[in-house]
């Protein structure tokens, strides 16, 4: 019997079993801004064979539980705590990263742009996905989280309507990032760098593969599990 169905959600998978995002990140198949729609819509829009990435699905988690994986069921811990998580785990990962990212970015576009000109849309778009989520990242921590922790306190009706207001709107920029990541995901090929690039190329693309998958995990956490409490 296969634990996971067609019917089954993205996003919906992935809290159940986190690794399973590997997969959906190698067929491109959204689990955070767009997660909440069945599998099956999304499996028939890209034509990809839903038997086969299902038994794959099904082998991998069941090899995972047979490992004794113990994962965070995060639906059960509080609010408090997941934001703790998601500022340990990805806020505090973006602020150090960002700039000298930007710095490589910049770097192989100085170097290599006249000879790569999809350069100089990476380092157009990876500027722009900067800037917007430095400003999200300020919004999240001086309003949206301390308003959860103190709802949490004080169950005020006021807060609760307040921070649904806030999400609505922090759900619209996750939206604007993740399309200009997979935006940056197109430019690259993937992030697979072109034959005979310097280190710099190659760790410039590999640090951009680490932003996308973390980034994608930090939405996944806000938009599916934090923002529905």
Known sequence: MQFFQIDDTPADIVKTFPKASDLFKKERIDFCCGGDKPLRETLEKRQIDGEM?????????????????????????SSSELIDHILERHHYYLQQELEPLSQFVTKIFRVHGQNHPHLKDLHKVYHEFKAEIEAHLI????????????????????????????????????????????EMHTITNGFVPPEGACNSYRITY?????????????????????FKK
């Open 53 to 77: 990435l299902l038994h794959a699905l099904n082998e991998s988690y069941k090899d995972w539980k047979d490992a004794g994986n113990i994962e965070t069921d995060w639906n059960k811990v």
């Open 139 to 182: 919004e999240e921590e001086n309003e949206l989280f301390p308003l959860v922790r103190q709802y949490e306190e004080t169950q005020d009706l006021a807060d609760a309507a307040r921070i649904q207001e806030l999400n609505k709107n922090m759900e619209q920029e996750h939206q604007v990032a993740g399309d200009l990541l997979r």
């Open 206 to 226: 590999a640090r951009l593969a680490e932003l996308e998958t973390n980034t994608f995990e930090h939405i996944h956490l806000e938009n599916n599990i934090l």
